[in-house]
């Protein structure tokens, strides 16, 4: 009977434990993950702390999940691989594998400012950290936010909905350089003030000092101080890939996987936020640290683990998100460099700021800050993208075209 483990129990391992089932129903499964036995979703997190679902939604599979896929789960943290003799390890003990998914997923990284490790600063990254904010949500005043991605800014809108005062302060001149083109952080950030967020860019913050009454005063570069109670730091995030420093496995930023989420050893396949893959573009080896990424990655792992021959087409970024009164949504290349036409709708189309690219007359990408109406084309878009399909109307008539394109005509070109 093969062995087969699955380091992470998330997004990328949960998939991959799915599609390996749909094809193998004997061999031993052993999933192991540091971060204890019943999967969440860290996307809920923001929502969470908004209050739109409750703590207990955070939890994405029942209690019986791994019994209904005949898997052990072992919480643990994985502290290193053997590859000569074929093991996992942990502290307490070693797990053999004949094949072996990486799907450690990333974690959130603290930039090098002075008194950033203490209680009081915290990322929006674990159930942990959420189990640390809550109660801070629950009690304070102010809060100040480090960084303006994605995951900072949500966590800013899920502070200033329940009421916070807050301030976001972000080294670069702008926000959100991975979601939106230059015109969208523009507008978002109009919106985001409008809210009452005191957002400041082009600032660099020195150190947090913990003042007698737990309070913080943050320094910045020029001698300005802020005050708030607690501090979120949302700067980005890295691969877990440091369990692997001993090995020959392929890693750069994540580990290398080609498009059977395959690494250099054999044996080892990766999916997930810790692994580069190929994207839709042509990119061989690129980390897109999304939820649907990673799903596709451990769908594309768990098949080939189970011995079927399935590719990936490569993935495809792409974020959606509400805050700040808005829909923000991007896809594929959305900065007007990397197309050779561009198309803006004007106010009367009433989407708010919608742009879509094209090279070579394909849609390339599109970056949205504006109504929700909009955020529909986006995923019927997806599958056109992927594909390099032509879209043949003017650009004004996308709307109409990719709506008129039936159901039946979309299945029969394989979209
Ligand atoms: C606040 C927030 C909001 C987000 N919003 C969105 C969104 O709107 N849309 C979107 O697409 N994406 C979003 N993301 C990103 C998304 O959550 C990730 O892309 C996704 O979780 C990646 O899944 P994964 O399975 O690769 O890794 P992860 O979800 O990071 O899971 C990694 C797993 O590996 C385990 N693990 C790690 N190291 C070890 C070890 N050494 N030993 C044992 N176990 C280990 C962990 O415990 C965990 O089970 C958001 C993320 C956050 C934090």
Redesign the pocket.
Known sequence: MKKIVI?????????ALENFRKHDQESQVTV?????KL?Y??????YILRKKISYAGIHICPEDYFEKYHAEMIC????GIDIEKQTVK?EQTEYPYDELLI??????VSPPIEGINQEGVFH???QSDLDHLIPYFDHSKKVCVIGSG??AL??AWAARYRGLDVVVLELMDRIMPSVLDEEGARLLTEKIREKGVDLRTGVSTQRFEKMDDGTFKIHLAGGEEIEADFVIVGTG?RS?I??LKDTDIQTERGILVDSHMRTNIPNIYA?????AGPTTFGDEHLI????????E??KTAGKNMAGIDFEYEGSLN????EMYGVTVASMGKFYDADADQTYVFDETAGYGYLKICYKDDKVVGACLVGSSDAVKIFGKMRPIIRKKESIECKPEEIFDYINKTTFNEMWRKGL
Request: charged share 10%.
């Open positions: 380091i992470g129990n998330s997004a990328a391992g949960l998939s192991i993950s540091k971060e204890g999967p979703s860290r996307v809920l997190i923001p643990a943290e994985v502290i942990t799907a450690t997923g990333s974690y959130a929006m990254w674990t994605f995951v949500q966590a995030v877990n440091g369990f999916a997930g936020d810790v692994a897109h640290a999304l939820w649907p990424t990673a799903c990655m451990g792409m974020n959606v998100t």
